[in-house]
């Protein structure tokens, strides 16, 4: 299998939650301490042997990431940018879709600006050195309290963990359940925004998507080909990583993510 070196970055979200600065400015060009949620991902990207950064975009916002690209694209002299356009939002694997012409038969990673992560070193590199030994979609994963899973993508995991030498525990995965009920939910692991994915889940995402006579909101998540790939064959694995993860996706979480950056800066 060919080496890690595209990145997804699905930033065509509408940013509900983060009106009214989403009013003017797409949600993934909003600054946090100072710069847009986009460049922290790009800077990950920039440090992990990614080549080529493929941007799915809002129609409505394909002009503002394209005039970013052409100021603060030169920060990145490592990277190709492309831009793919979700016309409707039929959910996050419906926007990795978007970029099956550039990713095809390789493997690729995913990243969803809203999570930054703080960490030893970039969480992105750590992904892609754990998929270089597992060869399998690798997901990251954070623990969260019981009370909270309802919220999240979460887990149910093979009982045994390994412990890695950059850090965390990687766990085998055994099913994936959006936002379920604190009764039903297998774990308190849950499912952050990033991976490092097979091309067979590109094609089994491709596949869904192709029978699909309307792509309605949210009606293709990637979890739907992570499962089908848990059904037909079984290597799904999580790294529940050992940094700090500041979600950045509401107004309130937005101010703490500010104030914690004020405190221990990122470099």
Avoid at 1 to 25: F, I, Y
Avoid at 148 to 165: D, M, N
Avoid at 175 to 182: G, R, S, T
Avoid at 246 to 265: A, I
Wanted: glycine share 8%; hydrophobic share 40%; charged share 25%.
């Amino acid at each position: 299998m060919k080496k890690v070196t595209k990145l997804v970055l699905p930033v065509a979200g509408r940013g509900v939650r983060l009106k009214p600065l989403t009013l003017h400015t797409p949600k993934n060009l909003i600054k946090v301490h100072g710069r847009p949620l986009l460049e922290y991902a790009l800077d990950e990207a920039a440090q992990s042997g990614i080549r080529d950064v493929i941007l799915i975009v809002n129609p409505a916002h394909s002009g503002n990431f394209r005039h970013y690209l052409k100021v603060g694209g030169k920060r990145y002299p490592s990277l190709r940018f492309h831009i793919r356009v979700q016309e409707t939002p039929g959910g996050n694997g419906h926007a990795i879709v978007k970029a099956y012409d550039l990713i095809k038969n390789e493997p690729f990673a995913v990243r969803f600006c809203d999570d930054i992560i703080v960490g030893k070193e970039p969480v992105l590199n750590s992904l892609v050195r754990i998929f270089n030994s597992y060869r399998a979609p690798i997901l990251l994963l954070e623990r969260v309290p019981r009370s909270l899973v309802s919220r999240f993508g979460v887990v149910g995991i093979r009982a045994a963990a390994k412990k890695t030498k950059i850090g965390g525990k990687i766990y085998g995965i055994t099913k994936i359940i959006e936002k379920p009920a604190l009764s039903l939910a297998p774990s308190n692991l849950t499912i952050v925004g990033g991976y490092v994915l097979t091309p067979r889940i590109l094609d089994s995402l491709k596949s869904v998507a192709d029978t699909l006579p309307v792509i309605a909101d949210d009606a293709l998540p990637l979890a739907v080909a992570l499962q089908i790939e848990l059904m037909l064959h079984g290597e799904v694995f999580g790294w529940e990583f050992p940094g700090k993860r500041l979600d950045c996706g509401t107004l309130e979480r937005l101010r703490k993510t500010e104030k914690f950056l004020d405190e221990h800066p990122v470099s």
